[in-house]
Nanobody
């Protein structure tokens, strides 16, 4: 079992920055793909970024088009944690942000991510 806890959300003005943390416990997330998702009020949950494991044991990153060039996902293996650095924030980035884990390779099927955090609220004011 993997437990995930997000933190770092808050209220920020447009153009500002936040760094979200996703701390894992229960077991190491080495060999897991970790994604960030977000859900705005009245909207479906959407993919934001992935730090994905590959069969060569190399990790790759990828991003939703809407956040490319502004958000950066990273992993601290020693701390068993994944981070999302968010710069140049826009009001449309306002949402609850979730991290989720899946053993092995990336999947675009959210239901394959068995472990989810409780979410952290990000609010960007204009």
């Amino acid at each position: 079992q993997v437990q995930l806890v997000e933190s770092g959300g808050g209220l920020v003005q447009a153009g500002g920055s936040l760094r979200l943390s996703c701390e894992a416990s229960g077991r190491t997330i080495s060999g897991y793909t970790i994604n960030w998702f977000r859900q705005a009020p009245g909207q479906e949950r959407e993919f934001v970024a992935t730090h994905r494991w590959s069969r060569s044991s190399t990790y790759y990153t990828d991003y939703a088009e809407s956040v490319k060039g502004r958000f950066t996902i990273s992993r601290d293996y020693a701390k068993n944690a994944v981070y999302l650095q968010m710069n140049s924030l826009k009001p449309e980035d306002t949402a609850v942000y979730y991290c989720a884990a899946k053993s092995g390779q990336y999947s675009d099927r959210q239901y394959e991510y068995l472990y989810w955090g409780q979410g952290t609220q990000v609010t960007v004011s204009s």
